[in-house]
């Protein structure tokens, strides 16, 4: 089977063009909602697409299925915080959608090739100050909530 740019190319090519804007708005309810438990319905449903249709395009455009895609990003948000927060490996796991530290571990190890723990030690060694957790507990969660939430004022008293 061919690999490189060539077959890269080839393989968009067979994903319709109107279906790209579709797998788009899938993928980024995926990099928003990483926190949510998100299932194959959820992201087929955001792309407008039958599951398995959905499935074989997100797949041929962008290399990797919409679970590894997943899986990937909370991942990437988890390096984040364990290098930059004093947050503890069970807190951090919960904050990027992990129920089980077990299974959190297991996926962190297979993609990044250490434990959390393992990782969190290598970049305390670096004497890096670290955000208290407290602070990634009260703001770090505000990116979550709907914009319409973060801009509402409360409506003026008419007695004023």
Partial sequence: MPTGPAAVSRARRSVPEGL???L???KDLADRDYVDPLDLDQLA???GVSKYH???CFAETY???PAVYL???RIERAQD?????NLTVTEICMLVGYSSVGSFSA???ELVGSTPSAYQARWAETGAPHIPGCYIFMHGLSDRRPSSAISEKPAADPTD
């Fill in 20 to 22: 790209l804007v579709h």
């Fill in 24 to 26: 788009r708005r899938a």
């Fill in 45 to 47: 449903a955001a792309a």
């Fill in 54 to 56: 959905f499935l074989r």
């Fill in 63 to 65: 290399g990797t299925t």
């Fill in 71 to 73: 899986a990937e990003r």
């Fill in 81 to 85: 915080l364990l290098r930059a927060t």
């Fill in 107 to 109: 996926k962190f190890k």
